[in-house]
DNA sequence: CCGTTCTCTACCGGATCGCTCAGGAACGAC
DNA sequence: GTCGTTCCTGAGCGATCCGGTAGAGAACGG
């Protein structure tokens, strides 16, 4: 799985969401590519994508904008980056005993380790929720302890 | 980190030049594409790269081909996949706390994030060396247990 | 009705990816 | 020495994706 910019992006808007989420109302596109210093335009599409994932609800017209759909402590970020880069994979190959890819020198061992490594990214990425980042932000929860090889 | 099929395409060439090993001279490329079932001009080039980076050697003329350059177990899958797909990471952002990427509401977490996530799979391909992987592919050693989280 | 704000669609230049092709250069055999 | 085998080099190509722009439309509030 390679994690793009829009990625990136909307975890950095839905951070700031979660950030500002005292404020109640909606918050406009615009005042979040400012306070992300992210591109506008690019970053409309980035919340059509979030927002058809159910991940944020919006509002048109004067005092509109974006609301996170669920609390902080229900959004990973598992769910924001599947939602605009796809399915976290690292590569799609067919799966194991599959299409005769097992009919090479026993090669499928292979594509059971990408399988791996994948759910590995996932559940890495099921660690972190919306909450859990912005408490480390605020310096209010230290850095979890990780599991080391 | 997206592994890409030059990646795959890499450790299935590898892992046959491992499996017949004790057959001892070198492995023409034509053997290697017809074992596993690669394109062979595409083959070329990725064995090429893995010999730039000293995990092959070569010999050419008659009877010339690929050899490994170390024994198996000391040539690990991160090896191969940083050889020809390039630095295993999830995605090339700066590091945190530079260029100013904290000035916006803390968002640098989110850089740190990212680099564990690429941490975490470096060290899950370095967990796998290609004498393992032909243990697994014969059988003769049972799925390493895996940390779950 | 008008301005604000989201929504949709299209487009674009560049990069990358998977792969092919056409030689060229080293090597061994004879 | 020349011939076939094999690696080596580099160009190129179609497709796809990526980051980003542009612009028109539709809902909403006042």
């Given at each position: 799985m390679r994690i793009s910019t829009r990625g990136d992006?909307?975890?950095?808007?839905?951070?700031?969401?979660?950030l500002h989420i005292e404020?109640?109302?909606?918050?406009?596109?615009?005042?979040i590519a400012e306070r992300t210093a992210l591109p506008q335009p690019y970053l409309e599409q980035i919340l059509l994508a979030l927002?058809?994932?159910?991940?944020?609800?919006?509002?048109?017209?004067?005092?509109?904008g974006y609301v996170l759909a669920r609390e902080p402590a229900a959004i990973?970020?598992?769910?924001?980056?599947?939602?605009?880069?796809?399915p976290i994979t690292v590569g799609d190959f067919g799966e194991p005993h599959q299409d005769g890819a097992c009919d090479h020198e026993g090669q499928c061992v292979l594509l059971e380790i990408w399988n791996q490594a994948g759910a590995h990214m996932r559940?890495?990425?099921?660690?972190?929720?919306?909450?859990?980042?912005?408490?480390?932000?605020?310096?209010?929860?230290?850095?979890p302890v990780l599991h080391e090889h």
């Open positions: 992006y909307a975890c950095r808007a839905l951070l700031s969401l979660a404020e109640g109302g909606p918050t406009s596109v615009r005042d927002k058809g994932a159910g991940i944020v609800r919006s509002k048109r017209g004067v005092g509109g990973m970020l598992s769910d924001i980056i599947s939602a605009v880069d796809g559940e890495h990425l099921d660690g972190y929720s919306l909450a859990s980042i912005t408490s480390i932000a605020n310096g209010e929860s230290p850095w």
